[in-house]
Each structure stands twice: as C-alpha cells, then as structure tokens.
C-alpha cells in the first residue's frame, strides 16, 4: 500500500467565503479521503470546515484539527459553533495562531485556498519549510498573490501545483 500522505488544508476560515469554493474545498475533502489519506486542518470554520465535512461523507478515517486553544472552549470562542465531532482527533496547541506552524510542520503536502494572514502564514512556513504545495485557483486569495510571495522569497521550493478543478489538483498532487 502506498504511503498515507498528511495533507493540510490551509485556507480562510471567516470572511468572505464564496459558495463555489466551499463546494470545490468539500470535493478536495472527498477526495483526500477516497485516495486513503489523513486531513489536517486547524480545527476552524470555512474552507477547512467544508473539507472536513467533505473527508467524513465520504468515509475519511484520520481527520486531523490543530486547536488554536487549549480546550475545545477555547476554540469555540474564535470559531463559534464549530463541531469537534468532525475530527477524529483534535490536538489543543494552546498557541493561537502559532498553530499553524504546528499544522504545517506535520503535513506532507499543503494544499492553498482563499485569503486570510492566517493563510498567508502558513503558506510562508511551507515555503520555508520546503513541503509540496498545491493551491487551488480561483478561490479568491493565496492563488492571486503567489507569484509575488515567491519573488520574496530566496528559498529554494518544490514545484507548485495549480489547478481550480479539484480532481486535477488532487491528481497532480497524489500521483
């Protein structure tokens, strides 16, 4: 069997989250979960939620959310009504949005959507990092300023994948 990969979902999580991209965010959800492999996310609402709820409908066994608290309340209180039963484990960092180094960190491959600094962040760290990146065009965000994030940056990245069609993303991505 091939390696189950750690794939994070690293997208907004508030503001304006455009219906086209939930569903696209929930499909990669599916996705993930069809080809065998673990969800990480940061245990929030938005486009991370939509993955979640799309990894558990279609059977995902290892669904991953990094706590910006140390408890559960602690998450509640940014990302009011948020359901934890959608994780199969939830890991309280207790960081804020320190977080998101955490989630990085742990991911094999990070896969970009929407805007946000949170999102911005974590793009950062992966660039940093050197893990394999793939964003989602069209999604409002990340995939509009990448080029001039990557002319900032002196450090050496894999390719990145791009595509707004979730199974030519995920193709790319898993093959």
């Avoid at 965000?141 to 979730?166: F, M, N, T």
Wanted: some cysteine.
């Amino acid at each position: 069997m091939a390696k189950r990969l750690k794939v994070a979902i690293c997208g907004a999580s508030k503001g304006d989250l455009r219906e086209d991209v939930l569903m696209r965010v929930e499909r990669l959800g599916e996705l993930i979960a069809a080809n065998g492999h673990v969800l990480l996310t940061g245990a929030c609402t938005g486009y991370p939620e939509a993955a979640c709820v799309g990894y558990k409908a279609l059977g995902g066994d290892m669904s991953v959310g990094f706590s910006v608290g140390n408890n559960w309340e602690e998450n509640l209180k940014l990302y009011p009504g948020m359901d934890e039963g959608i994780f199969d484990l939830v890991v309280y960092t207790g960081l804020g949005e320190g977080r998101n180094f955490v989630l990085v960190k742990s991911a094999d491959v990070c896969i970009f959507m929407g805007k946000g600094s949170g999102t911005l962040m974590e793009l950062t760290i992966a660039l940093k990092y050197g893990k394999r990146i793939a964003v989602l065009d069209n999604s409002g965000g990340i995939d509009e300023i990448l080029d001039q994030v990557l002319d900032l940056s002196w450090d050496h990245y894999p390719e990145i994948v791009r595509s707004a069609d979730p199974e030519e993303l995920v193709r790319a991505v898993f093959h």
